[in-house]
């Protein structure tokens, strides 16, 4: 695969972005979800930048990891860039960046990927509260967040602004669209934080100590290992949904069966509620594919409202289940072949001739920085 932002003859730079669109094929098999963190590598100066994905069973997967000399603005640019390519994310649409949003994270998503929505991650959030105002509002702050309309959302952040008015003046200097649902305007598929890169970086503690380059030698091998017994355990699962995704619709469908399905005037609408006196309605919209208790909207697949219409128009459920919620397409996103990482190649490679990324401020004293310490690798 080739990259515009690559300088001519970094040949093992190239050999290292077509490991990369392995881990894209799994990417493209999976809910257009990204999960993006930085972490230090302990054996030396270096971070780690990790790109995570989440597939149809709730398990994590890697989707790439570049390792360079410092968390900043320049170093996020250069590899949502190169993940750009590899997956070209900016026409993806339905693209869904979750993080931390710190140290320039947020203003590069924004500038490299102008067309996903960047999802901050509620546990930080609470933390930086509980740092700044000694105070845990995380049960208001997920209320807050869970808010379906904007009436539910002035509701519970008035309550904030009771119990505590600096703690509201803090909140809404962080925009509600990257946080709240109600305005939030893409599926997150029930991901408020971004728990999945934190269950990443945990994985990786054991090879922290790890020298850069035995680390991706180490990591590569660890996730070929990792796919290989994915494809394996997900081929002998029957049923066309895997088991992650059984037990979250099984209640539903469960719900479903006491619910009653009225028609309405419009083709393809319902009106769904527990009895015909029961003024609480949903409507259902096969055509939209929605529902107006929004849980579609959030999760990405039928809610117990919409299961109901199904039943009564005696349709199968797969056919409004998403492809990435199915088990064959759980096997296919691991079916690729994936190459070991040749660490001799890596030890050779001209680190030289890779795009030069200046490190801004004073250097340390004790130490001369070169060219050769910026590396970037993915899978
Ligand atoms: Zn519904």
Redesign the pocket.
């Known amino acids: 695969m080739n990259s515009p932002l690559l300088p001519e003859g970094a040949t093992n730079q190239l050999i290292r972005m077509a490991r990369m669109s392995m881990s894209a094929h799994a990417f493209s098999h999976s809910p257009p979800v990204i999960a993006l963190d930085g972490c230090h590598l302990k054996s030396s100066d270096y971070t780690l930048l990790t790109a995570t994905g989440i597939d149809a069973n709730n398990e994590i997967y890697t989707i790439a990891i570049g390792i360079v000399y410092s968390e900043c603005q320049e170093t996020w640019n250069y590899f949502l860039k190169n993940l750009d390519v590899c997956l070209s994310l900016r026409e993806n649409n339905d693209l869904v960046i979750l993080s931390d949003r710190e140290k320039g994270l947020a203003i590069s998503v924004e500038s490299v990927l102008p067309n996903s929505k960047h999802s901050f991650c509620l546990y930080h959030i609470g933390k930086n509260i509980k740092t700044k105002f000694k105070k845990n509002f995380n049960p208001e702050l997920f209320k807050a967040a869970k808010a379906i309309s904007l009436e539910a959302f002035n509701d519970a952040m008035d309550q904030i602004k009771e119990k505590d008015l600096k703690v509201y003046e803090y909140l809404i200097q962080i925009t509600a669209e990257h946080w709240a649902e109600f305005c939030f305007g893409r599926c997150r598929f029930g991901n408020l934080t971004s728990n999945i890169a934190e269950s990443m970086n945990s994985s990786l503690l054991v090879m922290r100590h790890l020298h850069p380059f035995e680390f991706i030698y180490q990591y590569v091998n660890q996730t070929y290992e990792k796919f290989q017994q994915k494809r394996e355990e997900h081929t002998k699962h029957l049923d066309v949904f895997p088991q992650y995704f059984l037990n979250k619709i099984s209640p539903l469908i469960e719900e479903a069966r006491y619910l009653k399905v009225f028609t309405t005037d419009e083709q393809g609408t319902y009106r ?1 509620g527990k009895d015909k006196s029961n003024s609480i309605f ?1 409507i ?1 919209n096969f055509e939209a594919n929605s ?3 929004l ?2 909207s959030h999760n990405g697949f039928p ?4 299961i109901a219409c199904i039943l009564i128009r005696k349709g199968k459920l797969e056919d409004h289940v998403p492809n990435y919620f199915k088990t064959e397409t759980l096997v296919n996103a691991y079916t690729t072949d994936f190459k070991f990482c040749d660490i001799e190649s890596l030890k050779n490679t001209q680190l030289e001739s890779m795009q030069k990324i200046h490190k801004r401020g004073r250097p340390k004293k004790k130490r001369i920085r070169t060219d050769a310490e910026k590396v970037f690798s993915c899978l």
């Open positions: 769904v949903k259902v529902c107006s208790c849980f579609i809610c117990s409202h919409m």
